[in-house]
């Protein structure tokens, strides 16, 4: 069993930037790859970014790609995504989930465990 608890949201102008952070509980964190997805509303959840145990590998969805930024901290249980230039379409509810592999993955089928969700809100 993983919980997951994001933090670091709130309301931003567009090119200002946000780090959230996603706490972890259980001890299989360092074995799994951990991802970030965004829901913004009436529109349905996306992927944005992923990392893999290690922190070696990390993907990311073709809006965020060179402003967005994962990363982990294995020993702290801990994973971050540090969002620069923000605009007003990144404004979504984000989420932290854990996935039951150990590689990257973009799809939100693979991943077995979600936190509750911070909110970012980017105004223009």
């Known amino acids: 069993q993983v919980q997951l608890v994001e933090s670091g949201g709130g309301l931003v102008q567009a090119g200002d930037s946000l780090r959230l952070s996603c706490a972890a509980s259980?001890?299989?964190?360092?074995?799994?790859?951990m991802g970030w997805f965004r829901q913004a509303p009436g529109l349905e959840r996306e992927f944005v970014a992923t990392?893999?145990?290690?922190?070696?590998?990390?993907s990311y969805a073709d809006s965020v790609k060179g402003r967005f930024t994962i990363s982990r901290d294995n020993a702290a249980n801990t994973v971050h995504l540090q969002m620069n230039s923000l605009k007003p379409e990144d404004t979504a509810v984000y989420y932290c989930?854990?996935?039951?592999?150990?590689?990257?993955?973009?799809?939100?089928?693979?991943?077995?465990?979600w936190g509750q969700g911070t909110q970012v809100t980017v105004s223009s």
């Open positions: 990392i893999s145990r290690s922190g070696a590998a990390t």
């Open positions: 989930a854990a996935s039951r592999y150990s590689y990257t993955n973009t799809r939100d089928g693979t991943y077995d465990y």
């Open positions: 259980g001890r299989t964190f360092s074995s799994v790859a």
